[in-house]
Protein backbone atom coordinates (compact mmCIF):
# COMPACT_ATOMS: atom_id res chain seq x y z
CA UNK A 1 0.00 0.00 0.00
CA UNK A 2 1.16 3.38 -0.08
CA UNK A 3 0.36 5.18 2.89
CA UNK A 4 0.36 8.71 3.92
CA UNK A 5 0.96 9.03 7.63
CA UNK A 6 0.02 12.64 9.31
CA UNK A 7 1.41 13.02 13.06
CA UNK A 8 2.30 16.76 14.51
CA UNK A 9 5.10 14.76 15.88
CA UNK A 10 7.55 12.39 14.40
CA UNK A 11 11.64 11.53 14.33
CA UNK A 12 13.62 12.95 16.12
CA UNK A 13 11.09 13.38 18.55
CA UNK A 14 10.81 10.30 20.48
CA UNK A 15 6.63 8.63 19.57
CA UNK A 16 5.04 5.24 18.97
CA UNK A 17 4.61 6.48 15.62
CA UNK A 18 8.03 5.99 14.15
CA UNK A 19 8.62 2.91 14.92
CA UNK A 20 5.00 1.79 13.00
CA UNK A 21 6.19 3.62 10.53
CA UNK A 22 9.86 2.21 10.01
CA UNK A 23 8.18 -1.28 10.61
CA UNK A 24 5.25 -0.29 7.27
CA UNK A 25 8.04 0.74 5.60
CA UNK A 26 10.17 -2.63 6.17
CA UNK A 27 7.07 -4.89 5.22
CA UNK A 28 6.87 -3.33 1.35
CA UNK A 29 5.06 -0.47 2.02
CA UNK A 30 5.18 3.26 0.68
CA UNK A 31 5.49 5.40 3.45
CA UNK A 32 5.21 9.17 3.48
CA UNK A 33 5.13 11.16 6.65
CA UNK A 34 3.76 14.14 6.60
CA UNK A 35 5.00 16.13 9.93
CA UNK A 36 6.10 19.31 11.97
CA UNK A 37 9.39 20.57 12.80
CA UNK A 38 10.78 19.02 15.63
CA UNK A 39 10.26 20.73 18.92
CA UNK A 40 9.00 18.20 21.43
CA UNK A 41 9.24 18.21 24.65
CA UNK A 42 12.03 20.59 24.97
CA UNK A 43 10.00 23.79 23.46
CA UNK A 44 12.89 25.00 20.85
CA UNK A 45 13.14 23.36 17.27
CA UNK A 46 16.02 20.89 17.31
CA UNK A 47 19.28 21.08 16.03
CA UNK A 48 19.51 21.31 12.40
CA UNK A 49 16.32 22.67 11.86
CA UNK A 50 14.61 26.32 11.71
CA UNK A 51 11.66 27.33 9.62
CA UNK A 52 12.93 27.25 6.50
CA UNK A 53 13.27 23.50 6.64
CA UNK A 54 14.57 21.14 5.95
CA UNK A 55 11.23 20.23 4.10
CA UNK A 56 11.98 16.77 2.98
CA UNK A 57 14.07 14.19 4.78
CA UNK A 58 14.43 10.24 4.56
CA UNK A 59 14.26 7.85 7.69
CA UNK A 60 14.95 4.61 7.33
CA UNK A 61 13.37 4.34 4.06
CA UNK A 62 10.44 6.56 5.28
CA UNK A 63 9.96 9.69 3.11
CA UNK A 64 9.24 12.71 5.94
CA UNK A 65 7.63 15.71 4.45
CA UNK A 66 7.95 18.83 6.89
CA UNK A 67 5.61 21.87 7.14
CA UNK A 68 6.89 24.72 9.43
CA UNK A 69 4.99 25.20 13.26
CA UNK A 70 5.75 27.96 15.70
CA UNK A 71 7.32 25.76 18.44
CA UNK A 72 6.04 24.60 22.14
CA UNK A 73 8.25 27.12 24.15
CA UNK A 74 8.19 27.30 27.42
CA UNK A 75 5.04 25.43 27.09
CA UNK A 76 2.81 28.11 28.78
CA UNK A 77 -1.28 27.35 27.30
CA UNK A 78 -0.90 30.34 24.80
CA UNK A 79 2.20 28.78 23.26
CA UNK A 80 0.99 25.47 23.34
CA UNK A 81 -2.16 26.80 21.60
CA UNK A 82 -0.17 28.69 19.36
CA UNK A 83 1.50 25.56 18.66
CA UNK A 84 -1.00 23.22 18.06
CA UNK A 85 -2.68 25.93 15.78
CA UNK A 86 0.07 26.77 13.53
CA UNK A 87 0.66 22.92 12.76
CA UNK A 88 -3.04 22.84 11.97
CA UNK A 89 -2.98 25.65 9.63
CA UNK A 90 0.26 24.64 7.94
CA UNK A 91 -0.19 21.08 7.54
CA UNK A 92 -3.88 22.34 6.40
CA UNK A 93 -2.41 25.04 3.62
CA UNK A 94 0.75 23.14 2.42
CA UNK A 95 0.33 19.22 3.18
CA UNK A 96 -2.16 19.27 0.08
CA UNK A 97 1.12 20.84 -2.11
CA UNK A 98 3.69 18.75 -0.34
CA UNK A 99 1.72 15.20 -0.57
CA UNK A 100 2.26 15.01 -3.81
CA UNK A 101 1.51 11.30 -6.01
CA UNK A 102 -0.88 8.43 -5.88
CA UNK A 103 -1.47 7.36 -2.02
CA UNK A 104 -4.09 4.41 -1.30
CA UNK A 105 -4.92 5.62 2.69
CA UNK A 106 -4.16 8.41 5.05
CA UNK A 107 -3.45 7.53 8.66
CA UNK A 108 -3.60 9.87 11.22
CA UNK A 109 -2.10 9.59 14.39
CA UNK A 110 -3.59 11.53 16.72
CA UNK A 111 -1.89 11.68 20.82
CA UNK A 112 -3.63 15.82 21.56
CA UNK A 113 -4.57 17.78 20.29
CA UNK A 114 -7.75 16.56 17.85
CA UNK A 115 -7.01 19.35 16.05
CA UNK A 116 -4.67 17.31 14.02
CA UNK A 117 -8.48 16.04 12.21
CA UNK A 118 -9.05 19.67 10.32
CA UNK A 119 -5.55 18.98 8.36
CA UNK A 120 -6.54 15.21 7.65
CA UNK A 121 -10.02 16.13 6.58
CA UNK A 122 -8.62 18.53 3.99
CA UNK A 123 -6.26 15.85 2.54
CA UNK A 124 -8.82 13.46 2.69
CA UNK A 125 -11.29 15.53 0.32
CA UNK A 126 -8.16 16.58 -1.82
CA UNK A 127 -6.77 13.49 -2.53
CA UNK A 128 -9.55 11.18 -2.44
CA UNK A 129 -8.39 9.17 0.26
CA UNK A 130 -10.02 7.06 3.27
CA UNK A 131 -9.27 7.83 6.33
CA UNK A 132 -7.89 6.27 9.33
CA UNK A 133 -7.66 7.37 12.39
CA UNK A 134 -5.47 6.72 15.41
CA UNK A 135 -7.00 8.07 18.69
CA UNK A 136 -4.65 8.29 21.69
CA UNK A 137 -6.45 10.76 23.73
CA UNK A 138 -9.99 11.87 24.35
CA UNK A 139 -11.07 15.68 23.66
CA UNK A 140 -12.56 17.48 25.06
CA UNK A 141 -12.15 15.30 27.87
CA UNK A 142 -8.59 15.74 28.15
CA UNK A 143 -8.31 19.74 27.95
CA UNK A 144 -11.24 19.47 30.84
CA UNK A 145 -9.46 16.62 32.61
CA UNK A 146 -6.10 18.90 32.92
CA UNK A 147 -7.59 21.94 33.40
CA UNK A 148 -6.33 22.82 30.35
CA UNK A 149 -9.71 24.82 29.14
CA UNK A 150 -12.28 25.47 31.99
CA UNK A 151 -14.95 27.35 29.56
CA UNK A 152 -17.67 25.77 29.02
CA UNK A 153 -18.63 27.63 26.11
CA UNK A 154 -14.56 26.61 24.19
CA UNK A 155 -15.34 22.97 25.93
CA UNK A 156 -18.48 22.30 23.52
CA UNK A 157 -16.74 23.98 20.99
CA UNK A 158 -13.94 21.73 20.99
CA UNK A 159 -16.66 18.60 21.40
CA UNK A 160 -18.48 19.50 18.34
CA UNK A 161 -15.19 19.82 16.02
CA UNK A 162 -14.41 16.67 17.88
CA UNK A 163 -18.18 15.20 16.54
CA UNK A 164 -17.21 16.46 12.94
CA UNK A 165 -14.25 14.64 12.69
CA UNK A 166 -15.13 11.49 13.92
CA UNK A 167 -17.84 11.78 11.45
CA UNK A 168 -15.36 12.24 8.66
CA UNK A 169 -12.90 9.24 9.85
CA UNK A 170 -13.38 5.74 7.73
CA UNK A 171 -12.12 3.97 10.47
CA UNK A 172 -11.34 4.99 14.32
CA UNK A 173 -9.07 3.22 16.33
CA UNK A 174 -8.73 3.45 20.04
CA UNK A 175 -5.98 2.56 22.30
CA UNK A 176 -8.07 1.40 24.71
CA UNK A 177 -11.23 0.02 25.06
CA UNK A 178 -12.80 2.21 27.57
CA UNK A 179 -12.71 4.73 24.40
CA UNK A 180 -15.36 3.24 22.40
CA UNK A 181 -18.07 3.76 23.96
CA UNK A 182 -16.95 7.34 23.97
CA UNK A 183 -15.88 8.25 20.58
CA UNK A 184 -19.29 6.29 19.72
CA UNK A 185 -21.29 8.81 21.95
CA UNK A 186 -19.23 11.92 20.59
CA UNK A 187 -20.15 10.48 16.71
CA UNK A 188 -18.24 7.29 15.37
CA UNK A 189 -19.99 4.76 14.20
CA UNK A 190 -19.83 1.52 16.13
CA UNK A 191 -19.19 -0.21 13.63
CA UNK A 192 -16.17 1.75 12.13
CA UNK A 193 -14.44 1.43 15.50
CA UNK A 194 -11.95 -1.19 16.53
CA UNK A 195 -9.55 -1.53 19.34
CA UNK A 196 -5.49 -1.18 18.89
CA UNK A 197 -3.64 -0.78 21.35
CA UNK A 198 -0.12 0.23 21.61
CA UNK A 199 3.02 -1.73 22.28
CA UNK A 200 6.54 -1.20 23.00
CA UNK A 201 9.19 -0.81 20.60
CA UNK A 202 11.15 -4.40 20.35
CA UNK A 203 14.35 -2.55 21.88
CA UNK A 204 11.95 -2.74 25.53
CA UNK A 205 13.01 -6.08 26.85
CA UNK A 206 14.54 -7.65 30.41
CA UNK A 207 18.14 -6.46 30.60
CA UNK A 208 20.91 -6.85 33.11
CA UNK A 209 23.06 -4.47 33.15
CA UNK A 210 26.89 -4.80 33.18
CA UNK A 211 28.16 -3.78 37.01
CA UNK A 212 30.28 -0.55 35.75
CA UNK A 213 27.18 0.55 33.17
CA UNK A 214 27.67 4.43 33.18
CA UNK A 215 24.08 4.29 33.71
CA UNK A 216 24.20 2.87 37.44
CA UNK A 217 26.51 6.11 38.59
CA UNK A 218 23.39 7.92 37.94
CA UNK A 219 21.16 6.59 40.56
CA UNK A 220 21.31 6.03 43.95
CA UNK A 221 22.37 2.94 46.00
CA UNK A 222 18.81 1.54 47.76
CA UNK A 223 15.46 1.14 46.20
CA UNK A 224 14.19 2.84 43.42
CA UNK A 225 10.98 3.83 42.51
CA UNK A 226 11.58 4.69 38.60
CA UNK A 227 9.29 7.04 37.26
CA UNK A 228 9.68 7.40 33.06
CA UNK A 229 7.68 9.75 30.86
CA UNK A 230 5.63 13.33 30.64
CA UNK A 231 5.97 15.68 33.76
CA UNK A 232 2.54 17.25 33.45
CA UNK A 233 -0.52 18.04 34.98
CA UNK A 234 -2.30 14.33 33.86
CA UNK A 235 0.64 12.53 36.21
CA UNK A 236 -0.35 13.81 39.49
CA UNK A 237 3.09 14.68 40.94
CA UNK A 238 1.75 16.26 43.95
CA UNK A 239 0.81 12.50 44.55
CA UNK A 240 4.46 11.50 43.90
CA UNK A 241 5.85 14.14 46.09
CA UNK A 242 3.36 13.69 48.96
CA UNK A 243 4.11 9.73 49.36
CA UNK A 244 7.86 10.75 49.12
CA UNK A 245 7.75 12.79 51.88
CA UNK A 246 5.60 10.39 53.79
CA UNK A 247 8.38 8.36 53.71
CA UNK A 248 10.96 10.73 53.76
CA UNK A 249 12.53 8.74 56.89
CA UNK A 250 13.01 5.70 54.74
CA UNK A 251 16.56 6.34 53.63
CA UNK A 252 16.64 3.01 51.85
CA UNK A 253 14.00 4.71 49.08
CA UNK A 254 14.99 6.87 46.06
CA UNK A 255 12.59 8.07 43.51
CA UNK A 256 13.63 8.55 40.62
CA UNK A 257 12.53 10.63 37.41
CA UNK A 258 13.65 10.22 33.76
CA UNK A 259 11.88 12.54 31.69
CA UNK A 260 10.73 16.19 31.03
CA UNK A 261 7.70 18.67 31.01
CA UNK A 262 5.79 21.68 31.62
CA UNK A 263 5.69 20.98 35.37
CA UNK A 264 9.39 19.68 35.61
CA UNK A 265 10.16 23.18 37.03
CA UNK A 266 7.69 23.07 39.70
CA UNK A 267 8.48 19.74 40.71
CA UNK A 268 12.06 20.59 41.21
CA UNK A 269 11.19 23.81 43.06
CA UNK A 270 8.62 21.37 45.31
CA UNK A 271 11.72 19.33 46.09
CA UNK A 272 13.73 21.96 47.09
CA UNK A 273 10.80 23.70 49.31
CA UNK A 274 9.81 20.03 50.91
CA UNK A 275 13.75 19.34 51.89
CA UNK A 276 13.17 15.96 49.47
CA UNK A 277 16.35 16.58 47.64
CA UNK A 278 18.08 13.45 49.02
CA UNK A 279 15.17 11.10 47.87
CA UNK A 280 13.72 12.75 44.71
CA UNK A 281 16.14 12.52 41.83
CA UNK A 282 15.30 14.25 38.57
CA UNK A 283 17.51 13.37 35.75
CA UNK A 284 16.24 15.11 33.21
CA UNK A 285 14.84 13.25 29.72
CA UNK A 286 17.21 10.59 27.95
CA UNK A 287 17.33 9.05 24.31
CA UNK A 288 14.47 6.63 23.76
CA UNK A 289 17.65 3.86 22.56
CA UNK A 290 18.29 3.97 26.48
CA UNK A 291 15.71 3.92 28.37
CA UNK A 292 15.55 0.60 28.68
CA UNK A 293 19.10 0.33 30.16
CA UNK A 294 17.08 3.31 32.94
CA UNK A 295 14.22 1.36 33.65
CA UNK A 296 16.59 -2.21 34.06
CA UNK A 297 17.72 -0.03 37.19
CA UNK A 298 13.77 0.39 38.41
CA UNK A 299 13.23 -1.57 41.51
CA UNK A 300 9.50 -0.77 41.42
CA UNK A 301 8.41 1.18 38.16
CA UNK A 302 6.10 4.01 38.51
CA UNK A 303 2.53 4.93 36.39
CA UNK A 304 0.47 7.72 37.81
CA UNK A 305 -2.35 9.65 36.68
CA UNK A 306 -5.11 12.24 38.22
CA UNK A 307 -8.37 10.95 39.50
CA UNK A 308 -10.90 11.87 36.58
CA UNK A 309 -13.06 9.64 34.66
CA UNK A 310 -11.49 10.63 31.13
CA UNK A 311 -8.12 8.91 32.51
CA UNK A 312 -10.10 5.75 34.18
CA UNK A 313 -10.36 4.87 30.56
CA UNK A 314 -6.81 5.39 29.54
CA UNK A 315 -3.86 2.90 29.61
CA UNK A 316 -0.89 4.83 29.81
CA UNK A 317 1.31 4.27 26.80
CA UNK A 318 4.46 3.88 29.38
CA UNK A 319 2.81 0.70 30.61
CA UNK A 320 3.57 -1.06 27.54
CA UNK A 321 7.19 -0.39 28.00
CA UNK A 322 7.14 -1.12 31.26
CA UNK A 323 5.55 -4.77 30.86
CA UNK A 324 7.64 -5.27 27.98
CA UNK A 325 10.74 -4.99 30.44
CA UNK A 326 10.21 -7.54 32.87
CA UNK A 327 10.34 -5.25 36.06
CA UNK A 328 7.48 -4.54 38.29
CA UNK A 329 4.59 -2.05 38.19
CA UNK A 330 3.57 0.48 40.80
CA UNK A 331 0.11 1.97 39.66
CA UNK A 332 -1.52 4.70 41.24
CA UNK A 333 -3.96 5.02 38.94
CA UNK A 334 -7.78 4.26 38.68
CA UNK A 335 -9.58 2.21 35.75
CA UNK A 336 -8.14 0.71 32.54
CA UNK A 337 -4.30 0.68 33.10
CA UNK A 338 -5.06 -0.65 37.09
CA UNK A 339 -6.73 -3.14 35.55
CA UNK A 340 -4.30 -4.16 33.29
CA UNK A 341 -1.74 -4.51 35.93
CA UNK A 342 -4.38 -6.68 38.08
CA UNK A 343 -4.85 -8.53 35.53
CA UNK A 344 -1.28 -9.50 34.74
CA UNK A 345 -0.43 -9.96 38.18
CA UNK A 346 2.62 -7.60 37.36
CA UNK A 347 2.16 -5.42 40.20
CA UNK A 348 0.40 -2.99 42.60
CA UNK A 349 -2.11 -1.00 41.96
CA UNK A 350 -3.76 1.81 44.51
CA UNK A 351 -6.35 4.52 44.27
CA UNK A 352 -5.17 7.60 41.72
CA UNK A 353 -4.06 10.62 44.08
CA UNK A 354 -3.64 8.42 47.02
CA UNK A 355 -0.22 9.50 48.26
CA UNK A 356 -0.89 7.29 51.42
CA UNK A 357 -1.71 4.36 49.24
CA UNK A 358 1.07 5.00 47.14
CA UNK A 359 3.38 5.38 49.96
CA UNK A 360 2.25 1.94 51.39
CA UNK A 361 2.74 0.28 47.57
CA UNK A 362 6.40 1.28 48.02
CA UNK A 363 6.73 -0.19 51.44
CA UNK A 364 4.80 -3.58 50.66
CA UNK A 365 7.27 -4.22 47.10
CA UNK A 366 10.51 -3.72 49.13
CA UNK A 367 9.24 -5.89 51.89
CA UNK A 368 8.62 -8.48 49.07
CA UNK A 369 12.00 -8.84 48.29
CA UNK A 370 14.31 -9.39 45.14
CA UNK A 371 12.66 -12.94 44.30
CA UNK A 372 8.89 -11.67 44.73
CA UNK A 373 9.43 -8.69 43.06
CA UNK A 374 11.15 -10.91 40.05
CA UNK A 375 7.93 -13.07 39.95
CA UNK A 376 6.04 -9.80 39.11
CA UNK A 377 8.12 -8.79 36.12
CA UNK A 378 8.17 -12.28 34.79
CA UNK A 379 4.10 -12.08 35.00
CA UNK A 380 3.94 -8.56 33.41
CA UNK A 381 6.33 -9.74 30.25
CA UNK A 382 4.34 -12.94 29.65
CA UNK A 383 1.07 -10.72 29.62
CA UNK A 384 2.84 -7.93 27.71
CA UNK A 385 3.69 -10.86 25.31
CA UNK A 386 -0.14 -12.31 24.94
CA UNK A 387 -1.81 -8.67 24.42
CA UNK A 388 0.76 -5.87 23.80
CA UNK A 389 3.35 -7.97 21.39
CA UNK A 390 4.53 -5.58 18.58
CA UNK A 391 4.42 -7.71 15.54
CA UNK A 392 0.60 -9.02 16.00
CA UNK A 393 -0.46 -5.47 16.57
CA UNK A 394 1.20 -3.53 13.65
CA UNK A 395 -0.44 -6.54 11.39
CA UNK A 396 -3.89 -5.36 13.29
CA UNK A 397 -3.06 -2.13 11.43
CA UNK A 398 -2.40 -3.29 8.36
CA UNK A 399 -5.68 -4.95 8.48
CA UNK A 400 -7.17 -2.11 9.45
CA UNK A 401 -5.71 0.13 6.71
CA UNK A 402 -6.41 -2.47 3.72
CA UNK A 403 -10.33 -2.94 5.57
CA UNK A 404 -10.57 0.84 4.87
CA UNK A 405 -9.30 0.95 1.33
CA UNK A 406 -11.53 -2.14 0.73
CA UNK A 407 -14.92 -0.56 1.29
CA UNK A 408 -13.48 2.90 0.15
CA UNK A 409 -13.00 1.66 -3.80
CA UNK A 410 -16.51 -0.48 -3.14
CA UNK A 411 -18.21 2.76 -2.18
CA UNK A 412 -17.01 4.65 -5.36
Known amino acids: MRILIL ?22 HAITVLTGLPNYPGGSLFPGYSLLGPSEEQHEGV ?9 RGLRRSWQLAINYISFTVSASLLGPLRCRGPFDVLFVYEPSPILIGIPALVLRRLKGLPLVLWVQDLWPESLRATGAVTSPLLLRAVARLVRY ?17 RVVAVGAERERVSYLPNWAESLYAPLELEPDAPERSEVPDGFRVLFAGNIGAAQSFETILDAAQLLRHHAEVHWVIVGDGHRKAWVEEQVRERGLGSSVHLLGPRPVGSMPRYLALGDALLVTLRRDPVFELTIPTKLQSYLACGRPVLAALDGEGARVVEEAGAGLTCPAEDPRALAAGVLRLLEMGTAGRCQLGERGRAYFAAHFEREHLITRVEEELRRAVTEARCAS
Open 165 to 181: IYRGCDRVLVQSRGFVD
Open 7 to 28: TQYFWPEAFRINDLAVALAGRG
Open 63 to 71: RVLRVPLVP
